[in-house]
């Protein structure tokens, strides 16, 4: 049995199966990210739920995890070298878990990178100003009078919606004919902007064809209904 007891993380959050991969996380957007990967890798993990309204995040044995203090994060008795690994941000996960299983991110050398362009593009724009959107439209923002700052992300939100849509013309998938990795980073990211977060109508989103098609294959997908859910809420 591998011994986690090095990671002050298990002292809070115990693993019951300390030998299979560790999760720490919320159904967010971001969360969702490696939840929905591990359902697709079919690789076995022990979710642990974060509750970052109560801010457990930014407790000391979480810190220990992410010193930025933000989910998910994942703790991998069977790291490279078969030893423990512990890791942060998701498209960092994502990545990792691609490598260590084989699937979603082709072997191809450029095939692979142009992959993890889009991972990028969604963790450097697609994440960041939807998720201000979310604050400047129902969070607390969204009591600011002055509406210059949520249209400044509603109008970088349309825009980066119609890289998107450009990217997806004639094609399933982010990467042709392959889901991959691009497409399980952004497709949390668009379903909470006009579900979550009602900014449909805000992003025009109606006026749209590929993105909500691709949307809508994803969501189709049995682990991506699996990994929104993931870890249960109590």
Not at 25 to 54: A, D, F, Q, R, W
Not at 102 to 107: R, T, V
Not at 221 to 233: C, F, H, K, S, W
């Amino acid at each position: 049995m591998a011994d986690l007891s090095a990671f002050d993380i298990t002292k809070r959050w115990p693993a019951t199966n300390p030998d299979i991969l560790q999760l720490y996380s919320l159904p967010t957007p971001n969360g969702v990210k490696v939840s929905i990967m591990l359902e697709e890798t079919g690789l076995e993990y022990e979710p642990h739920l974060i509750k970052i309204g109560e801010d457990e995040t930014w407790t000391p044995e979480f810190l220990s995890l992410n010193p930025n203090g933000k989910i998910p994060a994942i703790l991998d008795p069977n790291g490279p070298g078969g030893k423990p690994l512990a890791l942060f941000e998701s498209g960092a996960i994502l990545q990792y878990l691609a490598e260590k299983t084989g699937k979603f991110l082709s072997s191809d050398p450029a095939t692979r990178i142009e992959t993890i362009q889009w991972v990028y593009f969604q963790m450097a724009a697609i994440g960041p100003m939807f998720g201000q959107i979310g604050f400047f439209h129902k969070f607390a923002g969204k009591e600011i009078e002055d509406k210059r700052p949520l249209n400044r992300y509603v109008t970088e939100s349309k825009r980066l919606l119609g890289v998107l849509e450009a990217r997806l013309e004639g094609r399933d998938w982010i990467m042709g004919d392959e889901y991959t990795i691009a497409d399980i980073a952004s497709l949390g990211w668009v379903r909470n902007l006009i579900g979550f977060y009602g900014a449909g109508d805000l992003v025009e989103f109606d006026k749209l064809s590929n993105v909500p098609q691709w949307l809508e294959r994803g969501l189709a997908r049995p682990a991506v209904q699996r990994g929104l859910d993931i870890p249960a809420r109590d």
